[in-house]
């Protein structure tokens, strides 16, 4: 079964400070992550997926297969960067790819 | 363009009784998903369709839950019976296509559902 794991359900951080929220995963295949982003009063939405090994508005994750994270990371955090943050887990379970999603964490970013 | 549309955006009802949650997805979008977010959670697979069909409803709680999706577009989420632990913000999601690796989930807003 796949499952994700976020153990922070708060973090607070100043503006500037640097910023890694947390993701363990477990899954048997060969993983394909996500990072989704909720602002205040927003609709959930992509921010990242490891494929890409992209940079969405200063973010970064590297899946590292070893330790089966995918932590999310950012040099120095703004006051826009406030939200609920959601690492997710697309794999097959059940005969069927399905996108599952740890709790959350919501980071608060302090001025 | 648009975005998923959901309604009602609130719903208040009794329990025991039975409603109707609504989900437009992207135009064009083939693949649509249901999930349930209780408080404190993440979002709960519940169902997703690829074109009219249910592809997978193994996340459906119980058979007071049912999802359809007649004509490939629009899909409805009825329960029958709801009791005071359904209430969750229930979400709906699209894709382009099935694979959520190639075709990230477009999220609504979400219809926050209240069972008193």
């Known amino acids: 079964a796949q499952r994700v794991t976020q153990p922070e359900k708060l973090l607070s951080v100043f503006k500037g400070a640097p910023v890694e929220l947390k993701c363990n995963y477990s899954y048997s295949g060969s993983p394909e992550l996500f990072w989704y982003v909720q602002y205040s009063r927003q609709r959930l939405q992509l921010l990242l997926r490891h494929i890409s090994r992209e940079s969405i508005k200063g973010f970064t994750a590297d899946l590292n297969k070893g330790e089966t994270s995918f932590h999310l990371k950012k040099p120095f955090a703004q006051e826009e960067d406030s939200a609920m943050y959601y690492c997710?887990?697309?794999?097959?379970?059940?005969?069927?790819?399905?996108?599952?999603f740890g709790k959350g964490t919501k980071l608060t970013v302090n001025p | 363009g648009a975005g998923v549309s959901q309604t009602p955006s609130n719903k208040v009802t009794e329990k025991g009784k039975y409603v109707e949650l609504r989900c437009d997805p992207i135009s064009g979008h083939t693949a649509l998903y249901w999930y349930r977010q209780s408080l404190g959670q993440g979002p709960e697979f519940l169902i997703y369709f690829q074109g009219t069909g249910a592809a997978d409803d193994s996340g459906l709680p119980n058979d007071r839950f049912f999802a359809v999706r007649p004509e490939g577009s629009v899909s409805t989420l009825k329960i029958q019976r709801t009791e005071r632990g359904d209430s969750a913000v229930y979400l709906c999601?699209?894709?382009?296509?099935?694979?959520?690796?190639?075709?990230?989930?477009?999220f609504g807003n979400g219809t926050r559902l209240t069972v008193t």
């Open positions: 997710a887990l697309s794999g097959f379970q059940g005969g069927s790819e399905k996108l599952v």
């Open positions: 999601a699209s894709s382009l296509k099935a694979s959520s690796y190639n075709s990230p989930l477009h």
